[in-house]
């Protein structure tokens, strides 16, 4: 009879252990998928006014964006970017779209030289979509002369009249 209580408890705590070891992998699964794709956030206001910057060096940056084979076939949506560094550098490029010559199509990407005050690592980019076809980016990709090259992973659709993005910087202060 004591055999089969012991065998019965070890039965047992082999099983709550099983049960254990798969909440914890279930947990540390969700929590990685987290910080590989993190979600766009839509809090953000650029410095859209136009300041002077006449002491300030002017770079060149090449944007790519690529948009999703799932968005809609083309978009007439005024599409503009904002990005920058954690020092308060920013970039902005109102109306990047131009429907006439078909950008932001489906499966496609688009190329564009953006020159603004010379930045140091871009840690955050935004997206402005005003209009009612919609649009979905799938990344965005920003090269500039004294910034490694950094990707945002999007793969959402962009809310109407709302700026929708990513701010890495405070991940870049702590280095």
Known sequence: MRN????????????????????LISISSQARSIIQNPQPNPIFKPKTNS????????????????TSCSS???????????FGDAY????????????????????SG??????GPCTYQICYLYLYRSGYDGWKPERVDVYGYNTR??????NVWIPADI???????????MR
Not at 51 to 66: D, K, L, P
Not at 163 to 173: R, V
């Open 149 to 154: 090259a950094v990707s945002f992973y999007y």
């Open 163 to 173: 700026w929708y993005g990513f701010d890495y910087c405070s991940s870049y202060a």
């Open 110 to 115: 688009d190329t564009f030289e953006i020159y």
């Open 51 to 66: 300041t002077n910057h006449q002491n300030a060096r002017t770079c060149s940056f090449t944007v790519e964006i690529t």
């Open 4 to 23: 089969d209580a012991n065998r019965f408890r070890r039965k047992m705590m082999k099983a709550v252990g099983f049960i254990l070891l798969f909440a």
């Open 88 to 107: 308060g550098n920013q970039v902005y490029a109102p109306r990047i779209d131009d429907p006439s010559i078909g950008t932001f199509e489906r499966c």
């Open 72 to 82: 809609v076939r083309y978009t007439r949506d005024q599409i503009s970017i904002s």
